[in-house]
């Protein structure tokens, strides 16, 4: 079983960058498949970015050419870059860690605010 703590989160005005980061222990980080999550009050969650164990990523649509996740199994990490951020991007954002057998594990979350 996998930990994880975000750290990062903050208030930022629109068109600022943020670096969300996701520390994992308890387990190895490698075997992992990472991804960033977020909600907002009274909405699903959201899926915004993915890294498969080889490194391979995705992205929502509304992120797409402003976010970047990256991995460093050295350290147990998860990073999100957060450019041109817009209010629209505001919310709680969660790390998930997904094994091979596909059960998903939940960090506590960081908010982000985007806000003038």
């Known amino acids: 079983q996998v930990q994880l703590v975000e750290s990062g989160g903050g208030l930022v005005q629109p068109g600022g960058s943020l670096r969300l980061s996701c520390a994992a222990s308890?387990?190895?980080?490698?075997?992992?498949?990472m991804a960033w999550y977020r909600q907002v009050p009274g909405k699903q969650r959201e899926l915004v970015a993915t890294?498969?164990?080889?490194?391979?990523?995705t992205y929502a649509d509304s992120v797409k050419g402003r976010f970047t996740i990256s991995r460093d199994n050295a350290k147990n990490t998860v990073s999100l870059q957060m450019n041109n951020l817009r209010p629209e991007d505001t919310a709680v954002y969660y790390c998930?860690?997904?094994?091979?057998?596909?059960?998903?594990?939940w960090g506590q979350g960081t908010q982000v605010t985007v806000s003038s």
């Open positions: 308890g387990s190895i980080f490698r075997m992992y498949a």
């Open positions: 890294i498969t164990t080889g490194g391979s990523t």
């Open positions: 998930n860690a997904k094994d091979s057998r596909l059960r998903g594990y």
